[in-house]
């Protein structure tokens, strides 16, 4: 799962108009932003700062509980919430929440109800435009609309702490955020809480976790230079023959069959359509998705996660061990929160005592354990989102040979410091159209269409028109799951509160969006899987690889896999269950799920890694943690084998290939081979790529280490020689003799000196203002850098981008190991800290350990939580 909060850019890029038009507003910014840090500096501003630090001892009046609730914090400001109603515990949340992270939250809800345009001016129109067409908050509305009485409460409660603590504070005493935007926005005032507010960043955490969007957009570019052999080539099936599936028996013992060896290249897309696709301008879609994935967390290198759970069969304690840690972008403050909400007495009217990762924002508890069972989530990258292409004209859509009028609406942006914007939102049978969202974004251009007899979709000529299509221009409609009301937000409660596999599953399936893997463990032995979601059923020959044409039904989605044809498994005989958004299942399954799993690196070594620690017996929680931090890299095998033959006359070249072959394959902190190896798979990829007629995105490097795996045994292909002007060893050797240069640039040219670590090393930047362009407001709230290990496609996922450096841009969130023999002896961490105030103790206080895997004790019992709170803070109700 993901960081729906990284950096907003608050002023537009360097040298456009707007930024001209904008000169004296920035650097009235900046005198102001100097006079803040100057003053802090002084010691003058240690007030303006600490204002807003959480009141965490004593008692204080809450307008709303019915009864006393305490609030026990440990050192790390992990809150255990103890109330005696349901209702008190959920506001007593809210309450909490709102303390450490209410600058977070009301960030998240402008960015889910796209008015981010309302805090930071017209440099957020063009997002704004985008989300407000997708319409989260309007989904939003429905599902709360939707929910059941005991649900919708809950989030009333939890708005209703949110509002109770906004009463008691406003501007900088509810976060030095609303100082630093009061300089630019000065008459702003955050709004009350609404459920609504809590439901939307669902959606955005579905959109952060909806895979293959982009890929289709980005294939659907290549199509226009790439034949379809070159395209299968550069997205390879799943090597189901080396890479494990997530299950391999179903709960009966039979073999589970699902898709896998897929033809590859563009199988339903006729040569015709192939010509449409040429016609569409797709690349300022793609810049578009891009500004939005980065207020989102972004679809980088890295966004996934791994989970697995281990029998009893296999543990030194005789019980399941569970661990987990998902993969999302990185920012500050991370996008959990730690939080126990416990009720005095568990019963049937206060049903929860239940531990672990939280949003800020969003009632209850989303990973963790209760005190029957614990779970864990990884994305489960089905493909649930389609493009379509439309045949249009004005606000009317071609399907199935007539006409249709588009649902359309009216949008009003209301714009800090400037004029309102009004935008008309178009949508077709199969979801908002959104390409030409406005003029800087102008996606898809005029072309003209005609259905033959033979069914073929052909562009003609306006003096060509014929069969049953009319001149028509084309739009791209977005077919997604997320945006049909569903019931994820009262699923949270059912998985909260449940007691055994029957009722975990029964949760699970009303999860629909955003889909996950459920991994399952309890104190009774039993470990289990589930892959819930909405989960399309595609017409026959649809895989999702490229835009779909959107005149026909034929084409069109068919349903939804009903829940009981979903993937599960109940103590399976193997004794344990990996998963790392690698094929959940194998060839036969008989619906279409993906084609874009990730390729299986990750699952296969913790496999590996698993499987050395059962026969050696016995696993503890000691070794699933080690497992967390595993650096092995992906291409590490076939880049040694690669360059195994290639040698230079250059001794210092000569020093570092010498320096690869010796490498044990782990992207270790201080490992000088790790450096070199990194920053050669950096050139020899760009290599591979260059010299075509258009773009290739390297933002997979799994996907890479595959192909590059496939290419090292066809060394005549046009990958390596790219149209006879080099050959394969000319390539390897040229990458080497840059990569050598680069890393020499960066870290100086003795060998001894180079540090992946440090070459490697991540920057927290804060969620709205960390890339301000202002280095004094930046300087505020950023922390780092941080050495750090991993890499992409590794087990210890810290991703980072081929072409855009070195430095760490995604990351495991958090990690934990929950022991079901004993609550107690789980562990956790965060990647950054419980608060998210700059300056407070809890800012980054887990960072240090989190770039070593140090986990911390996870107290749960009341008596282990009495011994480790270091203050306690009572929530009184008004009398």
Known sequence: MTQATDALPVTPAEGTPRQKRRGLRVVGWILAALLVVALIAAGLGVWTVQRSFPTTTGTITATGLTSEVTVQRDERGIATITADTSDDLFFSQGYVHAQDRFWEMDFRRHLTS?????????????TDSFLRTLGWHRIAEQEYADMSVEARAYYEAYAAGVNAYMAENSGAELSLEYAILGLQNPDYEPEPWDPVDSIAWLKAMAWDLRTNIEDETARALQAQFLDADQLAELYPGYPFEEHPVILADDPAGRRVVAVGKLEQGATFIEESFSTLIESLNLTPLQELLDQADALISGQ????????????GEYTDTGKPLLANDPHLGAALPSVWTQMQLRCSTVSDECPFDVAGFSFSGLPGIVIGHNQDIAWGFTNLTTDVADLFVESVKDDRYWYDNEWHDMQTRAETIKVAGGDDVEITVRETGHGPIVSGLTGEFTAIAEHPLAETPDGKILPVGPGDIGGTMPYTEAALALRWTALDAGSTPEAIFMLNRAENFTDF?????KFDVPGQNLIYADPEGNIGYQAPGKL????????????????SSQYDWKGYIPFEEQPWSYNPKAGYIVTANNAIVNDDYAHFLSRDWDYGYRAARIVELLEEKIAAGPVSAADMAAIHMDNQMPAASALKQAYASVTSDDKDLQAALDLLASWDGQNSMESAPAAFANVLWEHVTERLVTGRDGDIPRDDQSRFARMFTLQLDAPDSEW??????????????????????????????????????????????????????IAPIEALFNRGPYDTPGGSGVVNATGWSLGEGYATSTVPSMRMVIDVS?????????????SGHAFHKNYTDQVAGWAVGEQYDWAFTPKAVDAVTKDTLTLSPAK
Not at 300 to 311: D, L, T
Not at 740 to 753: D, I, M, Y
Not at 826 to 831: A, C, D, G, K, V
């Open 114 to 126: 796209a008015r981010l345009s309302e805090l930071f001016g017209e440099s957020q129109v063009g």
């Open 505 to 509: 599953r029964e949760a699970a399936s």
């Open 720 to 773: 390596w020689t790219q149209g006879g002007t080099v050959t394969q060893q000319e390539l390897l050797t040229g990458a080497a003799e840059d990569a050598l240069a680069e890393l020499t640039k960066l870290q100086g040219k003795n060998p001894e000196k180079w540090n992946w670590g440090k070459l490697h090393a991540i920057t927290l930047t804060h969620g709205s203002f960390g890339e301000s362009g």
């Open 300 to 311: 980088g290198e890295g966004i996934g996660s791994n989970s697995w759970v281990v029998s």
């Open 536 to 551: 399309p059923i595609r017409a026959a020959g649809q895989e999702g690889f490229l835009p779909t044409p959107g005149w």
């Open 822 to 834: 004993d609550w107690d002896a789980s562990t956790w961490q965060n990647l950054t800290g419980q």
